[in-house]
């Protein structure tokens, strides 16, 4: 039974272009989406803004809100997938109400 969750990470920005923003914003919805275990509804790009303190010599970043439908058990890969991910700051996975 899929359930609905927030996906929210922050995308490093040394160095970055609009193509790596887009294709690691890519990179995520397809972890979300591998194997039909779940599915994004809705992209929400906040867009640059600057860090309330600073992550690893960064002092801005590119935020962005997946608003997605997963299969509690794809939760595990989806997490570490974020977690080594090198062009992602920061995440959190947050369930919601349906």
């Known amino acids: ?6 996906v929210t990470f922050i995308v ?9 923003v887009n294709n690691t914003i890519d990179q995520v919805r397809g972890w979300i989406e591998a194997d039909e275990l779940g599915q994004v509804s809705k992209i929400d790009r906040w867009g640059r803004k600057r860090l309330a303190y600073e992550i690893d010599n960064q002092r801005e970043g590119y935020y ?6 997963l299969e509690p058990k794809a939760l595990i890969e989806l997490d570490r997938n974020l977690n080594i991910s090198a062009n992602i700051l920061r995440y959190l996975v947050v369930r919601t109400e349906e």
């Open 1 to 6: 039974m899929k359930r609905a969750y927030e």
């Open 12 to 20: 490093r920005l040394d160095n970055a272009d609009e193509n790596l």
């Open 64 to 69: 962005v809100l997946m608003e997605s439908q």
